[in-house]
DNA sequence: CCCGACGGTGAGAGCGCTCCCAGTACCGCG
DNA sequence: CGCGGTACTGGGAGCGCTCTCACCGTCGGG
């Protein structure tokens, strides 16, 4: 807790250099037309006096913040479990700083704290938003886009009744449909028949549409043969033990996650089954940490979070730069669906 | 991507509400010493015309930002792994909202970033830093000392050589030598008498720490009986290994964290060994997600993360308070140990 | 030889807010 | 009735920066 310094200012630099406030400022923000020998002068000046710029002085005058939110809606615990928004998160700040921008975290738990991050982002401390997290029936899209910040979501967002903004949703996803699919494809392949599905937590479109998938092969699957879960070990563990019970039969299951596929081989393991030769097992993420520590190691379907994030980070970023050079070239970014890979291990 | 439209300034809301800009400003902080009447009429003044202050022209004069950084120099995987930084966050960040402060994450990686980190901060953008995750040889504390940034630490700092700074410093840390010196004792009680230890990374003090309570109890301890690991569940399981091969004799393992236990453990089934019959396992953090879901579930020593995080915004934001109005009472925050508990479960 | 063009440079006007200080109205009291 | 207070309220300066625009010198072309 030391005592802060008063910081020099740009006119304090201009007198040590022997030029104007403009001159310093142009030296400080590229120095483009500024004679070479006072931009050497300027420069001196600032490392002399350790000149910062006064980032809020700054902002008053451009309207700019260089600075980004990122908002994680997550009123569970699965924040906890899962090492997914810690990626995103790293992706997102890589990018961020190759920007120069800065990143704010906007946490929130309930609906309560939607109004303040409403009025945060409305508040025009930040240039835009990254979201996170929706679930369905969240008013905080249709907030967020009525506050009039540029935004990217991850993840499909699903709008609840009447919140839906009229601009372009842009947003950031993988294929959960086509990976889905792959994903049980796979196991037919293996020459399963009672292939299973533990869902995740189903008020999420990425759990919505890995269901479809499952669908889109399993066309005439057993009703049974799909659980309802929530993304978590536990619920993991719940669902295969419900599946146990109704279908004794089932040869492989397809869970929504790598966390549901680590709590589903727990129960399996301890019922005396082996993975994969009684039941094949595969599931989604391909969270190292998870998937690799799993025994046998878990056939999943990867999609690159990091990457995911950096993507939202640049959409972002771009659609921020082309609306300050007044809608330069091609439209505004759109959504982008990042492809999944089968990641083949021993479980399937 | 809306557009953002124009936002009504002070001035504005001041000619409806016909009053000075004066009075609004008083009334939009506070409304102190401003007849009832008025303060009426500009509150409507303020909703009509949805005006929100412009933080940047407010941080101009003020010389505040309501804004802390939370550094996190981990250059390792580790973050992904380990839910640790989730949970310190999530209280953190419940606390600076009920201050009106915001978050602003600053993820490092390599020393290269340690530079622009130590920018930002000096650069005045933030109130305070809370800096997390230090390793022995790190610049990264002077440096932010040096910024004049009031600072807490999360974990006990270590100091490279020279860069110790002048100051006093603030941390919050869990009391991981009794912790560590409570499990121990407990596997004594237990009968154990051939304890190893499995090391964190000792580039950090809570592993030196851990380390030392392990010492504490086992005073002439076998050397082969302390294996030096990285809190990861790799690491665990290479140290079991490890372990098995010099000490087949073990009959109790007291981790490092749980991450390391679970890897631990791994290698004690593989083995065929009976946990806790064979060997006892404790771990340390009380990690939910992990704990409660080994087989058997985890005895560990439990630490409040997200209480740990709640206080050091807390101590920051008290700092801060205290220099704004002059050294008032009271000296400077200090540091703060939180106690720890050992958690009886299964596994030992 | 004069004029316009052009690369540099500096003066000055704010950006939206807070805060000091001067001013106004109104009270009670001598 | 006037005076000193008390309780508000408004005017204005100024936070540190950017950006427009006027200005200066230099150069080339007519």
């Known amino acids: 807790m030391t005592e802060t310094a008063p910081r020099p200012t740009l006119e304090a630099v201009a007198a040590r250099a022997g030029v104007s406030r403009a001159t310093v400022s142009r030296v400080v923000n590229g120095g483009d037309g500024v004679r070479e020998s006072l931009v050497e002068r300027v420069r001196q000046a600032v490392d002399e006096l350790g000149y910062v710029p006064n980032q809020a002085a700054r902002s008053l005058v451009t309207r700019r913040h260089d600075a980004i939110a990122v908002v994680i809606a997550e009123p569970e615990t699965r924040v906890f479990a899962d090492p997914f928004f810690a990626m995103q998160l790293r992706g997102i700040s890589k990018e961020l700083t190759a920007h120069d921008s800065q990143l704010v975290l906007l946490l929130t738990e309930g609906r309560a704290d939607h109004a303040r991050v409403g009025r945060y982002l409305a508040g025009g401390h930040v240039d835009g938003a990254l979201v996170f997290s929706l679930h369905l029936d969240d008013p905080l899209p249709g907030l967020i886009q009525r506050a009039g910040v540029p935004t990217v979501f991850g993840g499909r967002p699903c709008w609840s009744e009447g919140t839906r903004a009229s601009g372009p949703t842009v947003y950031v996803d993988c294929d959960n449909r086509g990976g889905a699919r792959e994903a049980v494809r796979h196991l037919v392949g293996l020459g399963r028949t009672r292939i299973a599905h533990i869902t995740g937590a189903l008020d999420q479109t990425s759990a919505v549409d890995r269901l479809d998938g499952f669908r889109d092969v399993m066309v005439d699957v057993d009703r049974r043969l799909i659980v ?121």
Not at 237 to 250: F, S, T
Not at 262 to 274: D, I, P, Q, S
Not at 311 to 335: C, E, K, N, Q, Y
């Open 228 to 348: 309802e879960s929530d993304f978590t070990p536990g619920g993991g563990e719940r669902a295969m033990r419900e599946l146990l019970d109704n279908c004794p039969d089932v040869d492989a299951v397809f869970a929504a996650n790598d966390l549901t596929a680590y709590g589903a081989m727990k129960v399996l393991r301890e019922e005396g089954l082996r993975v994969p030769e009684d039941v094949a097992v595969i599931g989604f993420d391909d969270m190292l940490p998870v998937a690799e520590q799993t025994e046998p190691p878990l056939t999943t379907v990867r999609q690159d979070i990091e990457e995911m994030g950096r993507l939202m980070a640049r959409l972002l970023l771009r659609g921020l730069d082309r609306r300050s050079v007044r809608d330069g070239i091609g439209g505004a970014p759109s959504s982008v669906i990042l492809p999944t890979t089968l990641i083949h291990r021993a479980s399937a």
